[in-house]
């Protein structure tokens, strides 16, 4: 009975501690599923928190990107806007160029110039030369040592080549002092005289500075030595050491002028010397139209070097001359680009 009445005490004892367990469970559980429920919560927000951020990165991505696309786009047709304007410039510009001078006249050259008859002239057109109405020279002179004053030379001059138009650079050649045809044809060697002086008193700038030294320069007679490798009477050509001319009749229906329009001097040194004219021709234009003068532009450079000749130890010169001619549209030479090459080798021996 009494082991009985233990066993019931002990079921009922067992069975409230299972009832209390069961109910601290109901309470507990409802908490640990709210728990787990925020969380869950939490993390849907971090995420749709998330979601949106890249979302909004990748509008903003977008838009920069359609922004570089909208200025590349605006680049590119103001490029081809550009494009188009220049070449229709380009088509356009030339027809009006031709159609009106003046325009052209103006738009290309800086300043007009004034001549003595009251006529406006332009210069620096595409890199030609005015040789109507040409700027002051830099030198008044070719200048030459002082030791050839007073001195006279004989002169063998050779054509070693001719380039481009051949007629050019045969007339030029010719109204320059050529003489004898075989020279410019079969290389026949030249000989004639060179005789150099004291300048002039109006040439205040014919010196240079030698070793220290200023010395007056000498000047070649041109008249002299135009006349002995023409053949032309002296008398009759007019030298004007002032003008920069000089005129010659070849015959009574070719009188010739030659002025120098542009000059510079590389002056006398132990290296040598020489020059670099550009030469404004007046003479008939031939033909059927032998009574009209007309202009050409020949350039003529030279350089000098000075030695001994080895048999007889006579002074010598040697030098090479480089004669280009250029075409002349209403008096402005394109010294650019020339029409003729003629190169020639000379050989001055002190008489």
């Known amino acids: 009975m009494k082991s009985s009445s233990s066993f019931i005490i002990l079921f009922i004892y067992y069975s409230s501690q299972i009832l ?9 559980s409802p908490m640990i599923n709210q728990s787990r429920t925020n969380r869950l919560m939490a993390a849907k927000n971090n995420s749709d928190e998330h979601t949106a951020t890249i979302s909004r990165r990748s509008r903003s991505s977008s838009r920069r990107l359609m922004a570089a696309n909208n200025d590349e786009d605006t680049a590119n047709i103001s490029t081809r806007r550009e494009i188009l304007l220049f070449s229709s410039a380009a088509v356009i510009l030339p ?10 006249n103006a738009a290309t050259a800086p300043l007009p110039l004034q001549t003595t008859s009251g006529i406006e002239r332009v210069e620096g057109i595409g890199g030609g030369l005015d040789l109507l109405s040409p700027k002051p020279l830099s030198y008044s002179e070719v200048f030459y040592p002082n030791s050839m004053i007073n001195t006279k030379w004989k002169v063998q001059r050779v054509i070693t080549s001719v380039e481009g138009d051949l007629g050019q650079a045969a007339l030029s050649w010719q109204l320059l002092g050529g003489a004898d045809e075989r020279a410019f044809t079969s290389k026949l060697t030249e000989v004639y005289e060179s005789t150099y002086i004291s300048p002039p008193t109006t040439l205040d700038d014919a010196k240079y500075e030698y070793e220290g030294k200023i010395l007056q320069a000498a000047i070649l007679d041109r008249g002299s030595e135009l006349s002995s490798r023409t053949g032309v009477d002296r008398d009759t050509i007019q030298w004007d050491v002032k003008s920069n001319s000089v005129s010659y009749e070849r015959n009574k229906d070719d009188k010739v002028n030659l002025t120098i329009v542009r000059r510079n001097n590389e002056l006398p040194t132990d290296q040598g010397f020489g020059f670099d004219e550009i030469c404004r021709i007046e003479s008939s234009a031939g033909g059927i139209f032998s009574g009209t ?3 050409r532009a020949a350039r003529v450079r030279r350089r000098y070097r000075r030695g001994f000749d080895e048999t007889t130890g006579q002074r010598i010169l040697d030098a090479i001359e480089v004669v280009t001619t250029h075409r002349v549209l209403d008096g402005i030479a394109g010294i650019e ?15």
Do not use: D, E, G, H
């Not at 027809?95 to 052209?104: F, K, T």
């Not at 680009?337 to 008489?351: A, E, M, V, W």
């Open 20 to 28: 209390s367990s069961n109910a601290l469970f109901s309470v507990v």
């Open 95 to 104: 027809s009006i160029l031709c159609v009106q001078p003046s325009i052209a």
């Open 293 to 295: 003068n007309v202009y």
């Open 337 to 351: 680009l020339p029409t003729s090459t003629t190169k020639s080798r000379l050989r001055y021996t002190q008489i």
